[in-house]
């Protein structure tokens, strides 16, 4: 394979997994519309079960610039292909000089180890820029910086250059601080990675041709109709754990497998993102956790829908207080001809709180008070207007617990849309 092909492979992958579907027609317009994400981790596994979508995902989508999204995760865990620590993303649209959009990624991942230690790193940080102008004129720049970076068997150089590739023999080709940007429709993509590994040979259940990244972004923009539709907007994620507002406590998990709900929507299209695992010691362990959107809007009219919803497997909470062996969840929102209906609906396998079985047919906002513990809403639903919100599990601890502090927060399985 050479360099060319390799660089072409890794873009379609991380195309796939970005694209968003905008195909609004190009005009001559200064309002752009734009997405924005970074994540610590992904592994796309080829006929294997082997597989790990984005990790510790930010994710901005919009039109109004002013908009931010941050994420963290303490480790990640893919067994034989990725080990790594302590995960931080961001996403971040401003307001700049000459009035411009200007969009900033960030990914920062500590203790990187990678196929077994063949790849080590202390840390790596990749940023990506793309700067919209209200002349319809756009820019990108990216980079990443290397921590203490070594490849076995490979002198790297002190400066590592923009889409620098390696080849471990026999075993994997790697794009290293790689950068690719390109315009079509008047539009503008960009994307960064600070590592990009293409595997040669099988390896951790993983076949030859498989692909690990390390802290991919994403950002494109296009310039929209003055008519651009009802403003939609919405997630779905598994987990997140918050220390309560003021703590100095520093435990702190961000969403997992978030989605978001694209401005321009899916174009019916569901868009999905899931992790293998998610373990935060002492305080919560699941198994697989997928999330999907899917949305449409009219252009011209305020009519639009929107589904969101998140599944999750093997779900153990506070070491057994909370226990299932699968929780479910969707949000739904729809507008026609200024009629708004929105609807939740939540499913469960075996879901327990202290010992008690959770009925199949469970209320919403169904209160349980667990003494030592604090407060768990099941089937927690809130809408106001045209928003809504659902999650399947809700936690809010009166006392101190696994390190987390009184007026800590859990959420298991959460989908939300909104449609204004």
């Given at each position: 394979?050479?360099?060319?092909?390799?660089?072409?492979?890794?873009?379609?992958?991380?195309?796939?997994?970005?694209?968003?579907?905008?195909?609004?027609?190009?005009?001559?317009?200064?309002a752009w519309a734009y997405v924005s994400t970074a994540g610590g981790t992904y592994v796309q596994a080829l006929d294997s079960n082997i597989s790990s979508q984005l990790t510790a995902r930010s994710g901005i989508t919009g039109g109004p610039v002013g908009k931010k999204s941050s994420n963290s995760t303490a480790s990640v865990n893919v067994a034989g292909l990725v080990n790594a620590g302590v995960i931080t993303t961001s996403a971040t649209s401003t307001a700049v000089a000459g009035g411009a959009n200007q969009l900033v990624s960030t990914a920062k991942t500590a203790g990187v180890n990678l196929l077994g230690g063949l790849i080590t790193a202390d840390a790596i940080e990749t940023t990506s820029t793309l700067t919209a102008n209200p002349d319809g004129t756009s820019s990108t720049d990216g980079g990443t910086k290397f921590v203490n970076l070594k490849i076995a068997g490979i002198n790297l150089p002190v400066n590592i250059p923009r889409n620098y590739f390696v080849e471990i023999p026999g075993v994997a080709k790697i794009g290293i601080n790689g950068f690719i940007s390109g315009t079509a429709d008047g539009g503008r993509a960009s994307q960064a990675w600070g590592l990009g590994i293409v595997l040669l040979k099988g390896l951790g259940g993983a076949q030859p041709g498989a692909a690990v990244y390390v802290n991919p972004t994403y950002q494109s923009v296009m310039p929209v109709p003055p008519a651009q539709g009802a403003d939609i907007a919405g997630n779905a994620f598994?987990?997140?754990?918050?220390?309560?507002?003021?703590?100095?406590?520093?435990?702190?998990?961000?969403?997992?497998?978030?989605?978001?709900?694209?401005?321009?929507?899916?174009?019916?299209?569901?868009?999905?993102?899931?992790?293998?695992?998610?373990?935060v010691p002492g305080i919560l362990s699941t198994g697989v956790i997928t999330s999907t959107t899917t949305s449409t809007k009219v252009i011209g009219t305020l009519?639009?829908?929107?589904?969101?919803?998140?599944?999750?497997a093997k779900v153990n909470v506070l070491g057994g207080v909370i226990t299932a062996d699968a929780v479910g969840v969707t949000a739904h929102g729809k507008r026609v001809s200024g009629a708004y209906t929105g609807k939740m609906n939540m499913t469960l396998v075996n879901l327990k709180v202290a010992g008690v079985v959770i009925p199949l047919d469970v209320k919403p906002n169904t209160t349980i008070n667990v003494a030592g513990l604090g407060k768990v809403v099941i089937n927690q639903q809130i809408q106001n207007g045209p928003w809504n919100i659902i999650r399947g599990v809700y936690v809010e601890l009166s006392t101190a617990q696994a390190g987390l502090p009184v007026g800590a927060t859990i959420e298991i399985a959460v989908a939300a849309t909104r449609i204004l």
């Open positions: 394979m050479t360099r060319t092909t390799l660089r072409a492979g890794m873009a379609a992958g991380l195309l796939a997994l970005f694209a968003t579907g905008f195909s609004v027609p190009a005009q001559a317009a200064t598994g987990t997140w754990v918050q220390a309560a507002a003021g703590s100095t406590v520093g435990i702190n998990s961000g969403p997992t497998a978030m989605i978001q709900t694209p401005y321009a929507g899916s174009f019916g299209k569901p868009l999905t993102n899931s992790t293998a695992s998610v373990n009519d639009a829908e929107i589904t969101n919803s998140n599944q999750l």
